[in-house]
């Protein structure tokens, strides 16, 4: 019996990948590296540092783990200057209610977000008051695809993994939240997400009644 309902951040809730877009491109652009928006899905759901380094496979870049480490803090100096104007009205639309409805539902409601910045945009668009718990990138040692994250959040909640569902648009989420033995709603294409039990194109679309039945 499903008895709660875990949340990825960005490309779920809110589209913090364009904040995160445009500071890598900067920084790529400081290294003399072309880094384009179609380069940029390979870094939706993966942690700061493997962004990094893919960005320098890209460019075929090699750099000390100082240098990478200088790099990576700089890039979220920028992202967190970015995020900073984050706006209520960016969570997407029909996300809150249905949080509410979750809720009123009797379902638990977290968050498992692999951002170290997650609080902050949580804060940002004011939702935090609708999640029993949240859990992020600081929380955690091994990033999506290990289900370390959605173990942790549904430990926090308190529910046997088997009683929770994950919705996430990260191809590397959806590996994560089954390897936790949860079952998982894909939000973006099948092309991408074929292994989620069930998928939407946007996250409101889904059918609170279909949760029993994934
Ligand atoms: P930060 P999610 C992920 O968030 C992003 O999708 C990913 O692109 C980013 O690299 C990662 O957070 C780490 O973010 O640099 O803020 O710690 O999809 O897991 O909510
Ligand atoms: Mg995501």
Redesign the pocket.
């Known amino acids: 019996m499903i008895q709660a309902v875990i949340f ?4 779920v809730i809110v589209d ?2 364009h904040y ?1 877009f445009v500071a890598w491109q900067r920084l790529a652009r400081e290294l003399g590296i072309t880094f384009t928006e179609h380069d940029n899905e390979r ?6 540092m493997r ?1 990094l380094e893919i960005i320098l496979e890209i460019g075929g870049v090699s750099l000390s783990e100082e240098k990478k480490e200088e790099l990576a803090t700089k890039k ?1 100096t920028w ?1 967190v200057e970015y995020i900073e104007a984050i706006k209520p009205e960016e969570v997407f639309p029909g996300v809150p209610q249905m949080l509410q409805q979750l809720r009123a539902q009797n379902y638990k409601v977290a968050l498992a ?6 609080e902050t945009v949580i804060r940002l668009l004011q939702i935090g008051h609708l999640f029993d718990a949240i859990v992020d ?1 600081t929380m955690i040692t091994h990033t ?1 695809p290990d289900p370390e994250i959605f173990l942790l959040a549904a430990k926090k909640i308190n529910e046997a993994p088997a009683n929770c569902v994950v919705f996430e ?2 191809e590397a ?1 959806v590996e994560a939240a089954l390897a936790a033995g949860m079952k998982c709603v894909g939000v973006g294409s099948p092309a991408q997400l074929g292994k989620a039990n069930f998928i939407v194109a946007k996250t409101a679309e889904f059918d609170l009644g279909k949760l029993q039945g994934l």
């Open positions: 990825d951040l960005d490309g913090t990948a995160h870094l939706k759901g993966v942690s700061r962004s979220n992202f977000s692999s951002s170290k910045n997650a990138g999506k648009d990260a989420g």
